[in-house]
Nanobody, 124 residues
Framework: QVQLVESGGGLVQAGGSLRLSCAGSGRTFSRYAMGWFRQAPGKDREFVASITWSGALTYYADSVKGRFTISRDNAKNTVSLQMNSLKPEDTAVYYC?????????????????WGQGTQVTVSS
């Protein structure tokens, strides 16, 4: 069992930056692929970025490519999302998720563990 807790959300102006963190509990955290997803009001949850267990491979949604960077520190059981050049359309609740099969896929259903989410609001 893994518990995930996100932090770092907040209110920022367009063009600004935020860094989200996700702290995981449990000895098996380092074996999981991890992903970040987001959900805006009235919309489906969507993929943002993912990273394999070793950190060797990362994947991004086209909408955030070049602006967001996902990373992880297995020694600290954390995964982070650095968000730069934020836009109002990035406003959403951001969730981290763990994939026990390690695929780091973009599919919501592939992830087994989810955090409670952290709100990111980007003002224009």
């Amino acid at each position: 069992q893994v518990q995930l807790v996100e932090s770092g959300g907040g209110l920022v102006q367009a063009g600004g930056s935020l860094r989200l963190s996700c702290a995981g509990s449990g000895r098996t955290f380092s074996r999981y692929a991890m992903g970040w997803f987001r959900q805006a009001p009235g919309k489906d949850r969507e993929f943002v970025a993912s990273i394999t267990w070793s950190g060797a491979l990362t994947y991004y949604a086209d909408s955030v490519k070049g602006r967001f960077t996902i990373s992880r520190d297995n020694a600290k059981n954390t995964v982070s999302l650095q968000m730069n050049s934020l836009k109002p359309e990035d406003t959403a609740v951001y969730y981290c998720a763990g994939d026990v099969r390690g695929s780091a896929t973009a599919g919501v259903s592939a992830y087994d563990y989810w955090g409670q989410g952290t709100q990111v609001t980007v003002s224009s």
